[in-house]
């Protein structure tokens, strides 16, 4: 008890200014979800700390993420008594969306749904097709497309409001012009936004194909059938694949829609294989290598080991024919390719704040990428993500150390010293062996707030030399200059005496007279070495440089 009241009679006694500093971070409240181009109450508190800044002012700025779209206002007013009120309208794709507010350093963020508004057409994608939710189709929905007879095209379904938004719950029925078409299923309640379904062509020709739904609304599209009755093609492949790692592909032109081994051995077309992501008729967006374009099948049979695919995702390969002018071959992967990352590779590391102040946390994120950047699991290469403090003061707490699906490990870090960089070392290895996958050195700035021009303050305050403990005496100078220090104790006395030039080449003397934020460090002794008493000393300093001379006094606190 004696400590504390000791601690506070300092605090009063060195008349530190109470003014308010700037907000550590936001907490944003939102009043319902809602939909698409709605407009929803926000309200935002700053924080200093884990309480409430009730004398923050600053301008709000909104961010929405991680889906395409806009938040209005995206800069709007000021704070008022640490809280900002008002309604924000959402021009977001349906889904959970994220919401970020920032003002100077300090973020904060919180997580909302936005759903998608009344249906307003259906979009109808084959393959070859492709579109992008939110804002833009990617196509035209009643474009005729060209198919092949005898052969199950997947077909995707998407009821989209006027933004493009996906509509999370529908019904839709399906229904061709005649017996020219196999649609399987025929019907769909769907709570994810989109349907799927299988279209098989048995005759060639023009069919259209209607689509309704209930709200309500319908589309048409058009499928020229071409005949494909000659051959069909058969592709094999792992199910599992590694991104970048070569795989196995093994072809063969059969003239049975579903026996690959009544084989055509007199064939020897050629052909190229595409690759869509798997469940959609999207094209998939990894680079594919290994050979593929005109693959010459030799007696209706094509194995080769060499190709690879470098994203991770989940993938299905198609094949069709380039020889001998229309297609008339064509094949698709009997099931899904689930490519997986491959094993770390680099690291990219980021700070919260960028620069932590001493006795502050930064948040420190450790991004683990394989070559072909995809973010790695741990779950699937067996590996953890291990952070050290190689130099500085101040400690790691670890909060994570396997990564998440988007391939992220998590600590924190709190500063010790003031103007020291701590250095932080983030390696991936193996769980078992401690194989290194990858290795990173990154660098912690910890630092004070920067003083202003003719400002002066101190870290910590007050301080104990007993225990090796120094306190960093930060003011700004105008201009580069020589700089006299003088300690005195309360009844006046000289206690230190320090004169610095500014041509001296030591790092002490660079920092100490540098223009700009400078700063010296007192280890808490007097000028014969020895640590001074507890009590209160005035620490004045004079810097004569080029834009003339300036003067600081700061009181600092001695508490052993």
């Known amino acids: 008890m004696k400590r504390v009241i000791q601690t506070l009679l300092f605090i009063l006694l060195l008349g530190l200014p109470l003014s308010a500093s700037a907000a550590d971070s936001f907490k944003i409240e939102i009043d319902d979800s809602g939909t698409a181009g709605d407009y929803l109450g926000v309200t935002i508190n700053a924080f200093t700390g884990p309480s409430p800044d009730g004398g923050y002012t600053g301008t709000v700025n909104f961010t929405v993420s991680p889906h395409p779209g806009t938040v209005s206002p995206t800069v709007s007013g000021n704070f008022s008594g640490g809280e900002w009120k008002g309604a924000v309208k959402f021009f977001a794709a349906d889904d959970e969306v994220v919401l970020t507010c920032t003002d100077g350093g300090a973020t904060g963020n919180t997580i909302t749904t936005v759903y998608a508004g009344l249906g307003t057409q259906l ?121 970048g790692a070569p795989f196995a592909l093994t072809a063969t032109v059969s003239s049975s829609p579903g026996d690959p081994d009544q084989v055509l051995t007199t064939n020897s077309d050629t052909f190229k294989i595409n690759r869509y992501l798997s469940g959609t008729s999207d094209p998939a967006s990894g680079n594919w290598g290994g050979p593929s374009e005109n693959l010459t099948m030799v007696n209706g049979q094509l194995s080769r080991d060499d190709f690879t695919y470098d994203r991770a995702e989940s993938i299905y390969l198609c094949g069709e024919k380039t020889s001998g002018g229309s297609i008339s071959l064509i094949g698709v992967s ?182 700009g934020g400078a700063y010296w460090e007192w280890d808490g002794r007097n000028g014969e070495g020895r640590i001074v008493a507890n009590g209160i000393y005035l620490v004045k300093i004079t810097a004569r440089g080029s834009s003339g001379a300036q003067k600081f006094k700061r009181r600092v606190g001695v508490l052993k």
């Open 123 to 243: 979009l109808i994608l084959v393959p070859g097709e492709t579109h992008t939710p939110g804002f833009a189709p990617g196509v035209t929905p009643t474009e005729p497309v060209h198919l092949i007879e005898g052969v199950n095209h997947p077909v995707t379904v998407y009821v989209v409001d006027d933004l493009w938004n996906w509509n999370k719950s529908f019904m839709t029925s399906i229904d061709s012009s005649g017996v020219g078409a196999e649609i399987t299923p025929a019907s769909f309640n769907t709570s994810d936004g989109r349907a799927f379904f299988t279209l098989r062509l048995t005759m060639t020709g023009l069919i259209t194909t209607s689509f309704t739904s209930p709200d309500p609304f319908s589309n048409t599209k058009q499928v020229y059938s071409d005949s494909a009755s000659v051959a069909w093609l058969h592709l094999k492949v792992p199910s599992q694949i590694t991104a």
């Open 334 to 515: 009997t099931t899904p390719i689930e490519v997986l990352p491959n094993v770390p590779a680099a690291i990219q590391t980021t700070l919260d704040p960028a620069e932590v102040q001493a006795q502050h946390t930064t948040h420190i994120t450790a991004h683990i990428l394989d070559q072909h950047g995809n973010p790695t699991r741990s779950t699937l290469h067996s590996f953890i993500v291990k952070f050290d403090q190689v130099s500085g003061s101040g400690f790691l707490s670890v909060s994570q150390t396997a990564t998440d699906l988007n391939g992220n490990a998590y600590c924190n870090f709190t500063g010790g010293v003031v103007n020291e960089e701590a250095r932080i070392r983030v390696r991936a290895e193996h769980s078992v062996t401690q194989h290194l996958y990858a290795e990173t050195i990154m660098p912690v700035k910890v630092s004070v707030a920067p003083p202003q021009p003719g400002a002066i303050l101190n870290y910590p305050n007050p301080f104990n030399p007993a225990q090796d403990q120094k306190t960093s005496i930060n003011y700004y100078l105008n201009s580069r200059g020589n700089v006299e220090i003088r300690i005195y104790d309360a009844f006046g006395r000289l206690v230190l005496s320090r004169d610095i030039s500014e041509t001296a080449a030591d790092s002490v003397s660079q920092n100490a007279t540098a223009a």
